[in-house]
């Protein structure tokens, strides 16, 4: 099973605010396999798609700078930068903060 949780603003509107299966999709890029396990190594970033409904896809490249929390294996939280654009139209710039649990072996 698998939990998830999107949010997308654009100009003081939301477009998207959802848990539904299917509103975003996170996989780790780098040499970290899906799904996650605590015996495999930490991904260097993410690669993000998330369905906006009328506004179409948004597609997002995060990368890792810098870990600023781990937990024994189980919980990383990172710092870094992304890259992305909406229907492949003007690439946008950011910084990230993200985090990953690993829950099985």
């Known amino acids: 099973m ?3 949780s999107s949010f997308v603003s654009k ?3 939301i477009i998207v605010s959802s848990c539904d299966a299917g509103s975003i999709r996170v996989r780790p890029s780098g040499n970290s396999p899906y799904p996650p396990k605590i015996s495999t190594p930490n991904p260097t970033g993410f ?3 998330i369905n906006l409904g009328e506004e179409g896809v948004m597609n997002v490249e995060v990368t890792a700078e810098a870990i600023s929390l781990a937990a024994g294996g189980l919980y ?3 710092v870094g930068n992304m890259t992305g654009s909406v229907n492949g139209g003007k690439q946008m710039e950011g910084v ?3 985090e990953m649990f690993k829950l099985t072996n």
């Open 2 to 4: 698998e939990y998830v």
């Open 11 to 13: 100009h003081d509107k």
């Open 47 to 49: 690669t993000i798609e």
């Open 76 to 78: 990383t939280e990172w």
């Open 96 to 98: 990230a903060s993200f």
